[in-house]
């Protein structure tokens, strides 16, 4: 499974893919980024996260009502490795 948090810039993406989200935050994740094809200058960038464990069920996290994203609690992504991607 791949997790995508989407959309930041490349700086900020590129802070959480070295040294994870912030561990009291919860992140709005994703399985697919979605198919919006327009992004602002300053959202061009997702935080992927990778090597997600055989156990772990995004459906065991609430949806936010407004995007349909998972919310997951930071200091369970920040246990996987992250890497950034541009969208």
């Given at each position: 499974m791949v997790l995508y948090h989407c959309c930041v810039?490349?700086?900020?993406a590129g802070?959480?893919?070295?040294?994870?989200?912030?561990p009291r935050d919860s992140?709005?994740?994703?399985e697919h980024l979605s198919d919006e094809n327009a992004r602002a200058p300053d959202e061009?960038?997702?935080?992927?996260v990778?090597?997600?464990?055989?156990d772990f069920r995004l459906e065991s996290y609430?949806?936010?009502?407004a995007t349909g994203e998972h919310i997951v609690p930071a200091?369970?992504?920040?246990?996987?490795?992250?890497?950034?991607?541009?969208v």
């Open positions: 810039d490349l700086d900020l802070n959480i893919a070295r040294e994870g989200f912030q992140v709005l994740v994703a061009s960038h997702a935080v992927v990778l090597g997600v464990s055989w609430p949806l936010d009502g200091h369970v992504l920040n246990l996987f490795e992250r890497a950034v991607w541009s």
